[in-house]
């Protein structure tokens, strides 16, 4: 997926026990962020980190969201675990991770597997992915993220 494209549209259950829909956060912008799995330390840096923004976040307009296969009931255990205060959503059947272009081949030591490439997607509030952060490095990036996001308005 490109900056200037439209989102792909989801529906996910989330971390909240509710279904989420891309649409429900139309009129703000809203930060996507496709992690690999719950729990695992670049992960949990990385959720930790999002959450330790997200007053920034908020006061920014935007809304912050998590993607991974995990479970709803994985989610629940994570958010517990680390204190985490943004909604998590479940795609188990990596449907929509395949649609937004983050479950593809990755090579890890040498040795090449599908699964899901750390991403962070700022969406506006029409629903156009406005900025791409591919194959993410965690250290540091909430604050890029939060930095473009403070630079579209």
């Given amino acids: ?86 909604l998590l959503l479940a795609d188990p059947e990596r449907q929509v991770s395949t649609e937004w272009g983050v479950y593809r081949e990755k090579v890890l030591y040498g040795k090449k597997s599908l699964g899901i490439v750390r991403s962070t997607f700022i969406v506006d509030g029409k629903g156009v992915v406005r900025k791409v952060f591919d194959k993410v490095k965690v250290d540091g990036h909430v604050d890029k993220v939060l930095a473009a996001l403070k630079e579209l308005d």
Avoid: W
Wanted: hydrophobic share 30%.
């Fill in 1 to 86: 997926m490109k900056e200037g494209e439209e989102a792909p549209g989801f529906e996910l259950e989330g971390s909240d026990g509710k279904k989420h829909t891309l649409k429900d956060f139309k009129g703000k912008p809203l930060v996507v962020y496709f992690y690999p799995r719950d729990n695992t330390p670049g992960c949990t840096r990385e959720s930790c980190d999002f959450t330790a923004g997200l007053t920034a976040f908020r006061r920014a307009g935007a809304e912050v969201v998590g993607i991974s296969p995990d479970s709803v009931k994985s989610h629940l255990g994570f958010i517990e675990k680390q204190g985490l205060r943004h």
